[in-house]
């Protein structure tokens, strides 16, 4: 299976779609790229080989390609870094106790699979060997660690810290889009924020989102998940309540 998710990311970092299985360019999320949502239009009167081939050409003209996953282990990212010297990595973290609440929203930890203790044990194991892979690789100024709870509280100085990463302007148009959908509460102009797993049709500020779970959840749940993930919180500097 790693071989199948390296060829993956080896194809949409580089454009090379032949790589990719034909399901890859049915995700649904491809609705939400500027340059990718054209595919899922393309699909409804032509084959899928010449809906890639079309992609590709999309692909190559562009001078940046910033692929979002969720869930891919470090170690798999790093293996193809060496063939794509521009490559650089986001890497998101995020305060297992949200993430929990989230999961427990969305049902994806059921008792057969250890409830939300086992979840919770699995998902901090895969953080923390994240954490351990990044500080011993040789590309580590080729990785930067972003939390969260920055991007909620300081967006704007979170997301230029991003963009000069990944040598792009953090302009005064980027500026002021990147205030409305957090800080500002206005997701008019962001499509997926919209949608009913995400933030829905809210207007809040993007801050009263960070501890929600510590009004919502009982302290037997929040000692819990603690527990099972005390290096990642202690390492990235989450407090113990």
């Not at 891919?72 to 609440?101: E, N, Y």
């Not at 957090?182 to 207007?203: A, N, S």
Request: hydrophobic letters at 35%; proline letters at 3%; a positive charge.
């Amino acid at each position: 299976m790693s071989d199948v998710h390296k060829s993956t990311l080896r194809g949409w970092l580089t454009c090379r779609f032949e790589l990719l299985y034909d399901t890859a360019f049915k995700d649904d999320f491809l609705e939400y790229g500027k340059k990718t949502k054209a595919t899922l239009k393309c699909l409804n009167t032509a084959d899928i080989k010449m809906c890639a081939k079309e992609l590709e050409e999309r692909c190559k003209s562009s001078r940046l390609k910033i692929i979002k996953t969720i869930r891919t282990p470090l170690q798999l990212a790093l293996s193809v870094m060496h063939d794509i010297p521009g490559m650089r990595i986001i890497h998101l973290v995020r305060d297992p106790r949200s993430t929990m609440k989230s999961q427990t929203h969305r049902g994806v930890c059921p008792i057969r699979s250890g409830g939300i203790p086992g979840c919770a044990k699995r998902h901090c194991a895969n953080v923390w060997d994240n954490t351990l892979t990044q500080n011993k690789s040789n590309y580590r100024d080729r990785i930067l660690t972003i939390k969260y709870e920055d991007i909620a509280m300081n967006p704007i100085e979170t997301a230029q810290k991003m963009y000069d990463f990944v040598d792009l302007e953090f302009n005064e148009s980027v500026k002021k889009y990147v205030y409305e959908v957090t800080l500002g509460g206005d997701r008019t102009e962001c499509k997926v924020c919209q949608l009913k797993w995400q933030i829905g049709g809210k207007h809040d500020s993007s801050m009263d989102h960070i501890d929600a779970w510590k009004k919502t959840q009982a302290p037997g749940w929040i000692a819990g998940i603690q527990n099972a993930c005390t290096d990642v919180l202690d390492f990235y500097n989450y407090t113990m309540v």
